[in-house]
């Protein structure tokens, strides 16, 4: 019998230095790493190899997007992630993504994360004007509806049921934007280190987040997927055919990035 996938350990407790040595990291980039399941957070650092190697592929894809360099943070963490901070704009890749992954594999993740990082402003801007039309909607129907019924119980009937299945829809709206977020990123991932790479970094997650779970599985764990429409990440099949739908070696700006980008990655979201 093949020996069970040996998981590198993240330290378990959390081990920021203070503030004068960590570069100032803010507390809300501390809180959403926690948030993530990091143990410990500390800015890049040119002296360690493998985030030496991270510095200079962002400073590289920054120069192909014609973006400002954001801040990179390093967090401890078993499992392979990274993301783009929406309200700090700090971008934080995780020790065990950088273990795992080929130089061209982590660029497309650089990439894919920047195109979260320079949509986010607009992406909470679109989602809060949405939103607020969408209640002030609700509202309105839900008061004209209240003011037809006469009897007591079907005003509280209607309030109920009506708040909850908004709520419902509100999260449900909410997942898909973020699933076709994702088709939008990996799309500028593949822009900036070829499509090839983008899938072949995919692959490599999907492939470890299934060592993962069967290492959990092992210590009896279970894990229960999500039904898609509740997921905030789409399913790597669907992700690598909207790659493949979309091939893309190289792009000359961020410009034309961005408008690849939104034209197609929503059709596929649905
Ligand atoms: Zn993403």
């Not at 800015?43 to 120069?63: F, N």
């Not at 400002?68 to 901070?85: E, G, R, T, V």
């Not at 898609?228 to 790597?236: C, E, Q, S, T």
Request: aromatic share 6%; glycine share 6%.
């Amino acid at each position: 019998m093949p020996a069970a996938p040996v998981i590198k350990t993240a330290p378990t407790h959390w081990n920021i230095p203070p503030k004068e040595q960590s570069g100032n990291i803010e507390l809300r980039d501390r809180n959403t790493a926690r948030a993530k399941g990091a143990t410990a957070l500390w800015v890049a650092r040119p002296t360690e190899p493998k985030e030496r190697e991270l510095i200079k592929i962002l400073h590289e894809t920054c120069a192909q997007m014609q973006i400002p360099i954001p801040k990179l943070l390093i967090y401890a963490s078993s499992k392979p992630n990274a993301f783009s901070a929406t309200y700090t704009g700090s971008l934080m890749f995780g020790t065990n993504l950088l273990d795992i992954m080929t130089h061209d594999e982590v660029k497309a993740i650089m990439g894919h994360e920047l195109t979260h990082h320079i949509n986010r402003k607009q992406d909470f801007i679109h989602d809060f004007i949405e939103g607020s039309v969408l209640l002030a909607g609700y509202l309105l129907i839900r008061d004209q509806l209240s003011k037809l019924a006469t009897k007591p119980w079907v005003k509280t009937t209607i309030k109920i049921v009506g708040d909850t299945a908004a709520m419902i829809g509100d999260i449900a709206l909410t997942l898909w934007h973020k699933r076709a977020r994702e088709y939008r990123s990996d799309l500028g991932g593949a822009q900036v280190a070829g499509t090839e790479a983008m899938i072949s970094g995919l692959n490599t997650l999907e492939h470890r987040i299934r060592e993962i779970q069967q290492q959990e599985k092992h210590q009896g764990k279970k894990h229960r997927p999500l039904p898609a429409f509740l997921r905030d990440h789409p399913d790597n099949r669907h992700r690598i055919a909207n790659l493949i739908a979309h091939p893309s070696s190289s792009f000359a700006n961020k410009h034309q990035m961005e408008s690849a980008a939104n034209v197609s990655a929503p059709a596929i979201a649905r």
